[in-house]
């Protein structure tokens, strides 16, 4: 008796479970259609559709590769930055991220550069310090020899904070 009466219990609660993903699916499918749509129709959208996805909490795959299509019609380093090291949080994500950490490198300013030094797990060292270098810009220089002098291999800040040592996440937009 009392095996039936746990089962019909459990039955309005395993609906009402399943009603609940089904709702949360739809409003994702509903999400990933708009910032697909923003992605296809507004130029440098993809910060925007970022923000967008993280608010979401989600989307499908569909979405990100829209934005990765942005980032490269746009040839947008600062979006290409932000996707990236999603993707390196992400591995599964239907993205290239060696083509977007190529874009920051090589298209993108010497903020950007040092922060792909510090938050990447395997940063391209060799190519960030040729550009970093090339440029004369001695802050810039400065830091990323500070740095690559605490860190020589340029593992990112995830290996240094794995390893006692304290260093943020260094965010690539200003803060206002």
Do not use: F, W
Request: with cysteine; aromatic share 4%.
């Amino acid at each position: 008796m009392t095996n039936k009466v746990e089962n019909s219990q459990e039955a309005p609660l395993q609906d009402a479970e399943q009603a609940a993903i089904e709702k949360r699916r739809e409003y994702l499918k509903s999400e990933s259609l708009r910032i697909i749509d923003i992605a296809a129709c507004e130029p440098y959208s993809a910060l925007k559709c970022i923000h967008q996805l993280s608010v979401a909490g989600g989307a499908t795959e569909a979405t990100y590769v829209a934005i990765e299509q942005r980032i490269v019609a746009d040839q947008d380093a600062a979006g290409a930055y932000h996707l990236a090291l999603l993707a390196q949080n992400t591995p599964d994500l239907p993205i290239d991220a060696r083509q977007l950490i190529e874009m920051v490198v090589k298209k993108g300013d010497n903020t950007q550069r040092l922060a792909l030094l510090k938050n990447l797990p395997l940063p391209p060292v060799e190519m960030i310090k040729q550009l970093i270098l090339a440029s004369d810009d001695g802050d810039a220089i400065g830091q990323m020899n500070a740095y690559l002098q605490i860190n020589p291999e340029g593992y990112g800040s995830q290996h240094m904070l794995a390893s006692g040592q304290a260093d943020r996440i260094v965010p690539l937009s200003p803060g206002k």
